[in-house]
């Protein structure tokens, strides 16, 4: 008998910008840090830019920095719809492979499934511009089906230049 592939069902994904956090009212958001791409970008910057910077100073500070199986809970203050948000380090953008994404992505639904997080909502990670890294995630958490993951938010598509 010949194995076959698993099926993959496309995650729902919504626009993960400032509109679209200000409407989230999921109780968390599992986010994605490369530790080679500053500022951080698409997500994680919109959500950085809503909590004044938090993200950021903690990135200054070297109490988190992105690397591999790096995991770190934070508040989010009232400033998001959701108490709070976790940070999964990914390591180096430009290296993160789907078998990277598919290991970080296990290992955040090990963590949020601890810490008693449903339903799961993850956020795609974002590299340096011309990366797919956020289409690379969409089908690793797609590979691991809907029944795990409720949402996934992506960055905006960026917008055509103002001059040709």
């Not at 986010?31 to 950021?56: H, M, N, Y």
């Amino acid at each position: 008998m010949k194995a076959t592939a698993p099926k993959t069902s496309r995650i729902d994904t919504r626009v993960g910008d400032l509109a679209g956090l200000d409407g989230f009212e999921h109780e968390a958001l599992g986010l994605f840090v490369p530790s080679d791409v500053r500022p951080l970008r698409g997500v994680a910057g919109f959500v950085d830019w809503r909590c004044d910077g938090a993200l950021s100073r903690t990135l200054l500070s070297k109490t988190f920095v992105g690397r591999e199986k790096e995991v770190l809970l934070a508040p989010t203050r009232g400033r998001l719809g959701p108490r709070r948000f976790f940070l999964f380090g990914i390591g180096p953008a430009k290296s993160c492979n789907v078998e990277r994404l598919r290991a970080a992505c296990l290992n955040a639904l090990f963590v949020l499934q601890n810490a008693g997080v449903a339903p799961v909502v993850l956020a795609a990670p974002s590299g340096p511009d011309g990366d797919n890294l956020e289409e690379r995630f969409i089908g690793v958490t797609s590979s691991l089906g809907r029944d795990k993951i409720e949402l996934v938010l992506v960055p905006p598509a960026p917008s055509a230049p103002l001059h040709p």
